[in-house]
């Protein structure tokens, strides 16, 4: 291979890179009478990483865990939330998993 159909590869590899969206966690103002508290829920969401190369719903997983555990209990908002990352692998990608679990609050 010619030096620079080296260089074009390296350069286009370096501006191809990957971003993704952040998920802004919903800001609750929970004044005391204004919300009812549904109850604990848990959900957790998958992202791949397919031969280290191409994302599948790797960059929204947090926000998709959080959203189905609020639609679990029909709620508004996740309160106290805990988050458990974990991963897994297998010869032609990486799977990432994160767990999130709160209580789930409705306002009034």
């Known amino acids: ?3 620079a159909a080296i260089r074009w590869i390296g350069l286009m590899m370096l501006a191809s ?3 993704g ?3 802004n966690m919903p800001k609750v103002a929970l004044a005391p009478g204004n919300y009812e508290v549904l109850g604990e829920s848990e ?10 190369i191409f994302p599948i719903k790797l960059n929204d ?3 998709r865990a959080v959203d189905a ?3 679990k209990r029909g709620g508004d908002a996740l309160v106290d939330v805990s988050v458990q990352e974990s991963w897994f692998w297998a010869y032609v990608l990486n799977g990432y ?3 999130v679990r709160g209580t789930v609050v409705k306002r009034r």
């Open 21 to 23: 969206a952040r998920y």
């Open 97 to 99: 998993k994160t767990n």
């Open 69 to 71: 555990a609020i639609a």
């Open 17 to 19: 890179g990957c971003t």
């Open 61 to 63: 997983k947090f926000g």
């Open 43 to 52: 959900a957790s969401a998958v992202g791949i990483h397919l031969f280290q």
């Open 1 to 3: 291979m010619r030096p």
